[in-house]
């Protein structure tokens, strides 16, 4: 039932007997091969927003790059200008998302323990094939390790190792998602992608993973 429930919505942090569902995460490794034909996302109590406010990122960064935007004016929201995060990558440096401005950007929002994001950490070297020679970033951000607690560093070397990932890996944290629209994302599902364009304007927040509709959305934001 459980893996019906998996390939039809994702992964569910709580069900009716969540003893199993938690043994049968928390233990999982990593998947050997994936497809996932339908629009896949988990759910649960660390991705339901939280109105807290504590996104445990620094927005404030330092931004030497010019802007034709004033930052201040950000939003986290559909046709607004994405705000700033300031992350740890896989390499102990600290990443600044406008440091990406002028490419279309994929922000990967997931958790490791989470079916379909290890889905599409398997095709993400596939998705960036397809797209070769565009001016495209894959940025994951991972929010829970397989303890559902904030990754490590060497949670973030880990998943670059595991599925050969080149791009940055983030360390974020659940607190990622919620209703500030400064430093928070009104997500509420593992994986979710924020399509953002070349202008720094968000273009589409997607929950869940389903590969034609990414591909999609980041031919529509690289046509604008």
Known sequence: MFLLMSALFGCVKELPDPIIVEETVVEQTYIDECECD????CVGDAATPDDSGDSGVDTAASIELEL?????????????????????????????????????IVLDLSAMWCYP?????????DMLDRFRGEDIV????????????????????????????????????STLYGQDYKEQWPMGSYP?????????????????YNPTTLDRLVTEALAR
């Open 68 to 104: 034709p935007f004033d930052p201040d004016e950000c939003r986290n929201r559909v046709d607004y200008h994405a705000c700033n995060i300031n992350l740890m990558n896989q390499d102990g440096d600290r990443v600044d998302l406008y440091d990406y401005y002028g490419s279309v």
């Open 38 to 41: 339908t629009n896949c996302g």
């Open 192 to 208: 979710s992608f924020i399509i953002i364009d070349k202008e720094m304007l968000v273009y589409y927040m997607q929950p869940g």
């Open 117 to 125: 994001c290890q889905q599409a950490a398997y095709d993400h070297n």
């Open 138 to 173: 894959y940025i994951t951000v991972l929010l829970e390790n397989f303890q559902r607690q904030t990754p490590t560093q060497d949670d973030l070397i880990d998943w670059a190792d595991q599925f050969e990932i080149e791009s940055p890996i983030l360390q974020g944290r």
